[in-house]
C-alpha cells in the first residue's frame, strides 16, 4: 500500500512539474519549431522529459540512500551525465560527436563499476559465457538503447507509453524474483513517464526532448545491473528480458539502420525512415501509431512476465515476437501501397 501511494505521488509529482514547465518554456519560447523531417506541424515546447529525469532520479536516490542501502554512484553520475549532454543538445543542438563521447563514456562507468553480461542465455542454444566479451556487448547494449530510445521520440506518446509499458514489467518482474530496487525503481519510471504523458498525448503539448528520451534508454539498459542479489540464474536471462520489454524499439532500430546502411545513407542524420515515421507518413494518426505499439509492447511484456513465472517457455515467446516483428512491417507495407494507389 506503501508503495502505491508513493507511485501515485510520483506521477502526480510529474504532472505537476510538466505542466510548469510547459508554462516556463512557453514564456522563454524555448520550442521545437517544425521542419521537414517533423511530424508535429505547430511549435512545441520541448525538454519535458527532465521532470522525469528529476522525479526518477530523486525518488532512486532516496530509496536506496536510506531504504535499501544500494544507492549506486556510478549509475546516477552516468545518469545526470546522459541527461545533461542531452539536455545542452535540446537546447543549442550539440554535436554527434560530443554526445556520442558523453554516451561512451557513461556505458564505462557502468561496465567498469557495476559489471556486465558475463553469461547470457539465448533461447534454442541455452547459457553461453561470452567471458570478457560480455563487456563489450553490454558496452554496446546501453550504447544503442541510449539512442535507440531517442530516435524513437518522433511522434506524440509513443516514447512514454514505451516507458510505461517497460517500467511496469521491470516493477512485476522484481516482485517476482524478489529484487527491490529493480521493481521500486521500475515502478518510479512508468509512473514519472505517465505523468508525462498526460502532456505528450497526442496533440502534444509539450515534448519529451533529448533529455528525457536518452536517460530512459540509458536507465532501461542499465536497471538489471543496479540489484546486487540477482541469481547466476536470473542474471543469465536478463540480457534477453531487458531486450523484450522494450523490443519493438529495438527492432525498429535495429531494421532502420541497416535499410539506411545498405542505401549507403548517413545514419547518424535526422530523417523519417522508422516504421513509426512511415506509418504516420501513410496516413495513420500518431494516436494510432502509438497505441500499436503500446499494444504490442503491453502483449510482450505480459508473455514475457508468464514465461518467467513458468520458468519455461523462451523459445516459443522469441517466435511469437518474431511473428508481431514481421507483422508490424507487413502492415506498414500494406499501408504504404495503399497510400501509392490512392
Not at 41 to 58: D, E, K
Not at 292 to 319: D, H, K, M, P, R
Request: with cysteine; hydrophobic share 55%; proline share 2%.
Amino acid at each position: 500500500m506503501v508503495t502505491i501511494s508513493v507511485f501515485l505521488f510520483v506521477f502526480a509529482v510529474s504532472l505537476g512539474g510538466v505542466e510548469l514547465f510547459r508554462r516556463w518554456s512557453l514564456r522563454r519560447k524555448l520550442l521545437d519549431v517544425p521542419n521537414e523531417r517533423s511530424s508535429h506541424q505547430n511549435p512545441t515546447p520541448r525538454g519535458g522529459g527532465i521532470v522525469i529525469v528529476a522525479v526518477s532520479l530523486v525518488s532512486y536516490a532516496i530509496y536506496t540512500s536510506f531504504i535499501t542501502h544500494n544507492f549506486q554512484w556510478s549509475y546516477f553520475g552516468a545518469a545526470i551525465l546522459i541527461a545533461f549532454i542531452s539536455w545542452l543538445d535540446d537546447l543549442f543542438s550539440i554535436s554527434f560527436v560530443w554526445r556520442f563521447l558523453i554516451h561512451c563514456i557513461a556505458a564505462l562507468l557502468i561496465v567498469s563499476d557495476l559489471g556486465f553480461f558475463q553469461i547470457i542465455y539465448l533461447p534454442y542454444f541455452g547459457q553461453i559465457d561470452f567471458g570478457i566479451g560480455g563487456a563489450i556487448l553490454t558496452f554496446l547494449w546501453i550504447i544503442w538503447l541510449t539512442n535507440a530510445y531517442n530516435f524513437m521520440d518522433g511522434i506524440d506518446g509513443l516514447a512514454g507509453l514505451q516507458a510505461i509499458m517497460a517500467g511496469l514489467g521491470w516493477f512485476f518482474i522484481g516482485r517476482i524474483l524478489g529484487l527491490t530496487d529493480i521493481s521500486f525503481y521500475g515502478g518510479i519510471l512508468a509512473f514519472s513517464s505517465l505523468g508525462f504523458l498526460q502532456r505528450n498525448w497526442h496533440p502534444a503539448k509539450i515534448f519529451m526532448g533529448d533529455v528525457g528520451s536518452a536517460f530512459l534508454g540509458f536507465t532501461f539498459a542499465v536497471l538489471p545491473f543496479l540489484e546486487p542479489k540477482i541469481t547466476s540464474k536470473d542474471a543469465a536471462a536478463f540480457p534477453l528480458i531487458s531486450i523484450l520489454l522494450v523490443w519493438l524499439f529495438v527492432f525498429d532500430t535495429v531494421l532502420t539502420f541497416v535499410r539506411r546502411f545498405v542505401k549507403r545513407e548517413k545514419v547518424w542524420e535526422a530523417h523519417r525512415s522508422h516504421i513509426y515515421q512511415r506509418l504516420v507518413i501513410s496516413g495513420l494518426s500518431h494516436i494510432r501509431v502509438s497505441g500499436i505499439y503500446g499494444a504490442i509492447s503491453f502483449f510482450t511484456v505480459v508473455l514475457t512476465i508468464v514465461v518467467l513465472t513458468v520458468s519455461n517457455g523462451w523459445e516459443i515467446l522469441l517466435i511469437i515476437t518474431l511473428v508481431e516483428s514481421i507483422g508490424l512491417f507487413i502492415f506498414l507495407s500494406a499501408m504504404e501501397r495503399r497510400k501509392f494507389l490512392s
